[in-house]
């Protein structure tokens, strides 16, 4: 089983739409969780951090469910500029970063 | 502030030819990343350091040597390039990865013909 899985993609949404990506996780004893944006070709960026607790920033909310090893991002109000590929990132406590595969969302007008 | 530099952005080398990837960051941070992504792929962790000095294996790191010989500089250096390490290199820093963000630069495009 990989470490970190997420939903193969890609997803195609209408601008507007309210999308949802998963990502499981193999580590129970993972500690940090992140989800990050790349777009294409360039660096992957920071989007949220995930808490225990869930979190929201403007349109994304960002879930983790520790039982389940489940972490969840759902956009609300789609944009065109929100297309990127979305990566789960799991640390398990320590310097091991582990990355997800990516799903790719295409926003379309 | 930089943030995370890294040169050259691109380069193309032939088999068995030598180079290094330069890493750099003005942030102090101790923790340092180097990882390679393949088309359509996650990213894979070459090597890490936790401060100058010290730096250890990552999940992917034959083919690869590095050093941190400064807090600020962490370069990788490919021997004897081959084609399956055409690939994007991508360097980051943490201040502390068990609870913050690692910043990434901007990559390096190698491809090895």
């Known amino acids: 089983r990989k470490e970190v899985e997420q939903d193969p993609g890609p997803f195609n949404v209408p601008e507007g739409a309210t999308v949802a990506f998963n990502c499981t996780y193999s580590?129970?004893?993972?500690?940090?969780f992140f989800w990050y944006r790349q777009d294409c070709r360039k660096e992957p960026k920071l989007l949220m951090s995930?808490?225990?607790s869930g979190n929201e920033d403007g349109r994304f909310t960002a879930q983790l469910n520790r039982a389940s090893q489940y972490i969840s991002l759902l956009i609300r109000d789609s944009k065109l500029s929100d297309s990127a590929t979305y990566l789960c990132?799991?640390?398990?406590?320590?310097?091991?970063?582990?990355f997800g595969p990516g799903t790719r969302l295409s926003v379309l007008p | 502030n930089a943030g995370v530099t890294q040169t050259p952005k691109f380069r193309i080398l032939k088999i068995g030819q030598s180079m290094t990837l330069q890493c750099a960051q003005d942030?102090?941070?101790?923790?340092m990343y180097w990882y390679r992504q393949d088309p359509g792929m996650g990213l894979k962790l070459i090597y890490y350091?936790?401060?100058?000095?010290?730096?250890d294996k990552g999940e992917v790191p034959n083919g690869y040597n590095v050093s941190r010989s400064t807090t600020e500089d962490f370069p990788l250096r490919l021997e004897l390039a081959a084609p399956s390490q055409t690939s994007v290199y991508f360097c980051?820093?943490?201040?502390?990865?068990?609870?913050?963000?690692?910043?990434f630069g901007p990559g390096t495009r190698l491809t090895v013909l």
């Open positions: 980051a820093s943490s201040s502390d990865p068990n609870y913050n963000e690692q910043f």
């Open positions: 580590n129970s004893a993972s500690q940090s």
């Open positions: 995930v808490y225990s």
């Open positions: 990132v799991v640390n398990d406590y320590g310097q091991n970063f582990v």
């Open positions: 942030m102090n941070h101790n923790y």
């Open positions: 350091s936790v401060g100058a000095g010290i730096t």
